[in-house]
Structure formats: structure tokens, C-alpha cells
């Protein structure tokens, strides 16, 4: 049985390093002028791609109602168990109940969109926000307002247009 | 006026010069010490650091406060003297190297010759040669000062590196000085001004291309940049010779480190590309803007090789302690002595 070599074997000319110097120093001053791929955040926003899921927002109906129902199909999806709610009766005649009370704790929400599949009237949706950071861990706890407001934010798919000031995030 | 001829206005003038030679180097520096980063990052598809003045210009001054600001730390055990004056040893020796360069034609004010160089001694390539091996104790001495193991080996290796290399460096110049006929900066520079073959400028590159490989080979590992920067070698010795470092002493080897960088880029240019030499233009003849281009063609060569270096760098990994040696005293060692042969053959021929 011969003893097949099958390895790469260098020439002298290769074994000079210039070959493999020169190649590698071709390629570095390639990538030194190509385009750079750093997004510089504050100014620059990272494009978020369709169905990002982001941060968690209510929507409103036409007439600039909540649009919660109060079923809790949400919170009973929820794998992390972060909705809650507190419902009471609707002062619209239209529907029995709404949310008194609304909140996502965002310090466990996972961001994965189970709330938004089992809702039926289409009131919770993840939203392509992702520099909600705070510096409080009470500041993670949205409430029906902050939740709202998510939506008065993103409601035009302009988020990124605005300024930090005008987004308060 | 004193028994050398010297008056004071010519001790002003030296001093004038020794002081903007310094603040140039210093400020080269810091525009060093930001390019590093940013070339790093422009090769790899980054930005860098940016946000520090126009472009990140600033940085260097925002790292010098943070160096400022660390506590100074002696290891258990060190050589406090020893451990304090290692980083100067770094720095010291590379800033004066720059005394004996010649970095532009000499210029002409209020009737009175001025030559671009701080000292034009007449063994001026030895002085370089003694400033840079000097720069070696002050790695040595600091890897050996801290007391503790890594440090030790970064110091260790960089003796072994640099008296290797120092050979190859020293033997790949020799060419140089055969073809001169003269060890002064300046007449080398000058022998460079011509032309050959009527359109090629009579650079040392295109008469000795041997040696100029040799050389920026051996003074990569003089200035113990990648790939050759087995004394700090981060992924094996934390930080080399100086991981026990910090605070000012550590920035001091760092400026050292670059100031060597810088004056390497000095002599290369000076010994191979004709230095101060603009091609294809007589700069005597010019009066200020002769002096003005040959200031620029000077800048424009060293920032070449700082470039280079950087380039360099972020293009080849470290090598390996058996293969740098192997390198240095089977391959470029031989390389160096074959190339004295061939210039004494050569010049044998053209007399």
C-alpha cells in the first residue's frame, strides 16, 4: 500500500513568505477602502427588516380608542408571564370590557410575539423598536399609557425619522 | 563667539530645531497613536474611534488623561529603580535617534545657512544604529524590573530578537555605505539626488533592493511591531514586557514604542528613498519652495512607511520564536552578506 500525499506542499518561492505577504497585504488595503459596515447609532439607525419584533405596543381604533378588549388571551400565551391586566367594564357600548389597568413587565417579556398571535382584535403588536433601554428597572414596567403612546409612536412606520427628544426613549 | 566658532545664534537655532523636532515627533505621535486604531478598523470594515474631535483627532489627548488618571502600580518585589527607568529607556533613545536625520534641504534665512538637521554627525549612520540597540534595555530591564513571569519572558525574547536582528539591520545597510562611500546622513541623501538612466531617481532602493528588503524585515523586528512583536505577544504573555505597567509608564513605552516607529520610517526613508529628495526636481535651485518640496517629499516618504507598518500589521500574523530566529540568522543574515558581495562586485565593475 503506497502512501498517498495528498497535503499541500510549498514551493521555495512560496516558503520566501513574499507570495502569501504580498496576497494578504492585497486583500487588507482591498477591505481598507471598502465600505464600512459600522452603523454610528445615534446618528445612523440600524433599518430594522419586516416583523422585526421589537417593543410591545396597544392600538388604538379610528375613533383613537384602546382597542383591548380585556380578554386576556395575551397573558394567558405568554410564556414569560409578563401581562397583566386589570379589566373593568367598557364606557362604550360597543364592547363589555376594557383594560383598567395594562402592564407588560419588560424586564421579562422574551419579545416573542406569542401575545401578538393570540390576540383576536389585533390590540397587541410588537413594534420595531429596539433602543428601549431605561436606567431604572421601574421604567421597564410599561403601563396602558406607555403602551399606548408606543403606538402613537410607531403608528406611521416613522419611528427612526424622529429625534431622541421627540421619542423620549 | 567660542573656540569652535559657535555664537550664541547658532546654539538658539540648534536648540530652536531640537525643540520642533520633538514637538513634531510628539504630535506624529498622538496622530499615531489614533491611526493605529483607525487604520485597524478601515481594514477590517470598521469605523474606529471617531468621536473624540473631528475624526477621533483628539484621542490621544483623552487617552493621556486617562493615563494620568491610573494608579501608578509597583509589583511585589520589583527593582523600583530599575522598573522607573525602564520606560525612558524606551523613550529617551528612540526621540534622540531623531538628532542625526536629515529631514529637509537646508534653507536660506537673514543670510544665514540653516541645514534641516539638529547634528550632521559624520558617523551618523552608527549613531542611529547605537540609539536603537540602546532602546532594547529599556524592554529588557522592564520585563526583568517587574518580577514576574510573563514580563520576564517578553524581555527575555526581545534580547534574543534584537541581537539577532541588530545584525541583519547593521550587515543590510553596508551596501549603502559602500556605494556612498561615507557613513554622514547627509552626503547619503545627497548621492541620492541624481538620476539613473536619466529617468529613475537615483534612490538606494533601485541600486540596492536586496538590502532594502533585509532592512525593513530586520528594522520590523528592531521595532518590534507585528509580525515580529514576540515581546509583547499578547495571546501568550498577557502583555509582554510590559504587563505589569501602568499609568504613565505604561503610555511612556507606548510613545516609545511609536517614536522608534517613526524615526525606523525616518531612516528608511532616508537610507532607500532618497530622503529629503523631491525626484525629478533640483530643490537648490528653488530657494524656500525647494526647501518647502523637500520638506514635503521627506513627510510624505515616512508617512509611507508608518503606513506601512500599520498596513503590515494588521496583514500578517505573529510568527513563531523558532521561526523569527530561523529567519533572522538562516535567511536574511546570508541575504545581507550575499548582498555586500554582489556591491563590491558591482562596484568593482563600474570602476
Given at each position: 500500500?503506497?502512501?498517498?500525499?495528498?497535503?499541500?506542499?510549498?514551493?521555495?518561492?512560496?516558503?520566501?513568505?513574499?507570495?502569501?505577504?504580498?496576497?494578504?497585504?492585497?486583500?487588507?488595503?482591498?477591505?481598507?477602502?471598502?465600505?464600512?459596515?459600522?452603523?454610528?447609532?445615534?446618528?445612523?439607525?440600524?433599518?430594522?427588516?419586516?416583523?422585526?419584533?421589537?417593543?410591545?405596543?396597544?392600538?388604538?381604533?379610528?375613533?383613537?380608542?384602546?382597542?383591548?378588549?380585556?380578554?386576556?388571551?395575551?397573558?394567558?400565551?405568554?410564556?414569560?408571564?409578563?401581562?397583566?391586566?386589570?379589566?373593568?367594564?367598557?364606557?362604550?357600548?360597543?364592547?363589555?370590557?376594557?383594560?383598567?389597568?395594562?402592564?407588560?413587565?419588560?424586564?421579562?417579556?422574551?419579545?416573542?410575539?406569542?401575545?401578538?398571535?393570540?390576540?383576536?382584535?389585533?390590540?397587541?403588536?410588537?413594534?420595531?423598536?429596539?433602543?428601549?433601554?431605561?436606567?431604572?428597572?421601574?421604567?421597564?414596567?410599561?403601563?396602558?399609557?406607555?403602551?399606548?403612546?408606543?403606538?402613537?409612536?410607531?403608528?406611521?412606520?416613522?419611528?427612526?425619522?424622529?429625534?431622541?427628544?421627540?421619542?423620549?426613549? | 563667539?567660542?573656540?569652535?566658532?559657535?555664537?550664541?545664534?547658532?546654539?538658539?537655532?540648534?536648540?530652536?530645531?531640537?525643540?520642533?523636532?520633538?514637538?513634531?515627533?510628539?504630535?506624529?505621535?498622538?496622530?499615531?497613536?489614533?491611526?493605529?486604531?483607525?487604520?485597524?478598523?478601515?481594514?477590517?470594515?470598521?469605523?474606529?474611534?471617531?468621536?473624540?474631535?473631528?475624526?477621533?483627532?483628539?484621542?490621544?489627548?483623552?487617552?493621556?488623561?486617562?493615563?494620568?488618571?491610573?494608579?501608578?502600580?509597583?509589583?511585589?518585589?520589583?527593582?523600583?529603580?530599575?522598573?522607573?527607568?525602564?520606560?525612558l529607556l524606551v523613550l529617551v533613545p528612540a526621540l534622540m535617534t531623531f538628532a542625526a536625520i536629515p529631514f529637509g534641504h537646508a534653507a536660506e534665512l537673514f543670510g544665514r545657512t540653516i541645514p534641516l538637521q539638529i547634528?550632521?554627525?559624520?558617523?551618523?549612520?552608527?549613531?542611529?544604529?547605537?540609539?536603537?540597540?540602546?532602546?532594547?534595555?529599556?524592554?529588557?530591564?522592564?520585563?526583568?524590573?517587574?518580577?514576574?513571569?510573563?514580563?520576564?519572558?517578553?524581555?527575555?525574547?526581545?534580547?534574543?530578537?534584537?541581537?539577532?536582528?541588530?545584525?541583519?539591520?547593521?550587515?543590510?545597510?553596508?551596501?549603502?555605505?559602500?556605494?556612498?562611500?561615507?557613513?554622514?546622513?547627509?552626503?547619503?541623501?545627497?548621492?541620492?539626488?541624481?538620476?539613473?538612466?536619466?529617468?529613475?531617481?537615483?534612490?538606494?532602493?533601485?541600486?540596492?533592493?536586496?538590502?532594502?528588503?533585509?532592512?525593513?524585515?530586520?528594522?520590523?523586528?528592531?521595532?518590534?511591531?507585528?509580525?515580529?512583536?514576540?515581546?509583547?505577544?499578547?495571546?501568550?504573555?498577557?502583555?509582554?514586557?510590559?504587563?505589569?505597567?501602568?499609568?504613565?509608564?505604561?503610555?511612556?513605552?507606548?510613545?516609545?514604542?511609536?517614536?522608534?516607529?517613526?524615526?525606523?520610517?525616518?531612516?528608511?526613508?532616508?537610507?532607500?528613498?532618497?530622503?529629503?529628495?523631491?525626484?525629478?526636481?533640483?530643490?537648490?535651485?528653488?530657494?524656500?519652495?525647494?526647501?518647502?518640496l523637500s520638506l514635503l517629499a521627506f513627510a510624505l516618504k515616512t508617512g509611507f512607511f508608518l503606513f506601512l507598518f500599520l498596513w503590515v500589521r494588521w496583514t500578517i500574523p505573529r510568527f513563531r520564536f523558532d521561526q523569527?530566529?530561523?529567519?533572522?540568522?538562516?535567511?536574511?543574515?546570508?541575504?545581507?552578506?550575499?548582498?555586500?558581495?554582489?556591491?563590491?562586485?558591482?562596484?568593482?565593475?563600474?570602476?
Amino acid at each position: 500500500m503506497g502512501v498517498k500525499n495528498v497535503g499541500y506542499r510549498p514551493k521555495r518561492w512560496d516558503r520566501s513568505y513574499f507570495p502569501g505577504i504580498l496576497a494578504g497585504m492585497w486583500i487588507t488595503i482591498k477591505h481598507f477602502f471598502s465600505k464600512k459596515y459600522t452603523v454610528s447609532y445615534p446618528e445612523e439607525r440600524w433599518p430594522v427588516p419586516p416583523g422585526h419584533r421589537g417593543a410591545i405596543r396597544l392600538n388604538k381604533d379610528e375613533q383613537g380608542r384602546i382597542k383591548c378588549v380585556a380578554c386576556e388571551m395575551c397573558s394567558t400565551a405568554c410564556p414569560a408571564k409578563c401581562i397583566s391586566m386589570k379589566a373593568g367594564v367598557a364606557p362604550w357600548p360597543d364592547r363589555e370590557k376594557y383594560p383598567v389597568e395594562f402592564t407588560i413587565d419588560m424586564l421579562r417579556c422574551i419579545l416573542c410575539g406569542m401575545c401578538e398571535e393570540a390576540c383576536p382584535e389585533e390590540a397587541i403588536q410588537l413594534t420595531e423598536i429596539y433602543d428601549f433601554s431605561a436606567y431604572t428597572r421601574e421604567d421597564l414596567i410599561w403601563d396602558k399609557e406607555r403602551l399606548l403612546r408606543n403606538y402613537d409612536l410607531t403608528a406611521d412606520g416613522k419611528y427612526f425619522d424622529r429625534s431622541k427628544e421627540e421619542t423620549g426613549l | 563667539m567660542n573656540e569652535l566658532g559657535f555664537t550664541w545664534i547658532d546654539t538658539g537655532i540648534i536648540l530652536a530645531k531640537i525643540v520642533i523636532v520633538i514637538v513634531v515627533n510628539l504630535l506624529i505621535l498622538m496622530i499615531m497613536e489614533l491611526a493605529e486604531r483607525r487604520v485597524s478598523a478601515f481594514i477590517q470594515d470598521r469605523l474606529g474611534p471617531n468621536r473624540v474631535g473631528p475624526e477621533g483627532l483628539f484621542q490621544a489627548v483623552a487617552d493621556g488623561i486617562k493615563f494620568f488618571f491610573k494608579e501608578e502600580i509597583f509589583p511585589a518585589g520589583a527593582d523600583k529603580v530599575l522598573y522607573t527607568l525602564a520606560p525612558l529607556l524606551v523613550l529617551v533613545p528612540a526621540l534622540m535617534t531623531f538628532a542625526a536625520i536629515p529631514f529637509g534641504h537646508a534653507a536660506e534665512l537673514f543670510g544665514r545657512t540653516i541645514p534641516l538637521q539638529i547634528v550632521d554627525l559624520n558617523v551618523g549612520i552608527l549613531f542611529i544604529f547605537a540609539l536603537v540597540s540602546l532602546g532594547v534595555y529599556g524592554v529588557v530591564l522592564g520585563g526583568w524590573a517587574s518580577n514576574s513571569k510573563y514580563p520576564f519572558l517578553g524581555g527575555l525574547r526581545a534580547s534574543a530578537q534584537m541581537i539577532s536582528y541588530e545584525l541583519s539591520l547593521g550587515m543590510s545597510i553596508i551596501g549603502i555605505i559602500m556605494i556612498t562611500g561615507s557613513l554622514r546622513l547627509s552626503s547619503i541623501v545627497e548621492y541620492q539626488s541624481g538620476m539613473l538612466f536619466g529617468f529613475l531617481p537615483r534612490w538606494n532602493i533601485f541600486l540596492q533592493p536586496l538590502a532594502f528588503v533585509t532592512f525593513l524585515v530586520a528594522s520590523f523586528a528592531e521595532a518590534n511591531r507585528l509580525p515580529f512583536d514576540l515581546a509583547e505577544s499578547e495571546p501568550e504573555l498577557v502583555g509582554g514586557y510590559h504587563t505589569e505597567y501602568s499609568s504613565m509608564k505604561f503610555a511612556m513605552f507606548f510613545m516609545g514604542e511609536y517614536v522608534a516607529l517613526i524615526t525606523t520610517s525616518a531612516v528608511l526613508a532616508t537610507l532607500f528613498f532618497g530622503g529629503w529628495d523631491f525626484p525629478w526636481v533640483d530643490e537648490a535651485a528653488l530657494g524656500g519652495w525647494g526647501v518647502l518640496l523637500s520638506l514635503l517629499a521627506f513627510a510624505l516618504k515616512t508617512g509611507f512607511f508608518l503606513f506601512l507598518f500599520l498596513w503590515v500589521r494588521w496583514t500578517i500574523p505573529r510568527f513563531r520564536f523558532d521561526q523569527l530566529m530561523r529567519l533572522g540568522w538562516k535567511i536574511l543574515i546570508p541575504l545581507a552578506l550575499v548582498n555586500i558581495l554582489l556591491t563590491g562586485a558591482g562596484l568593482l565593475l563600474v570602476h
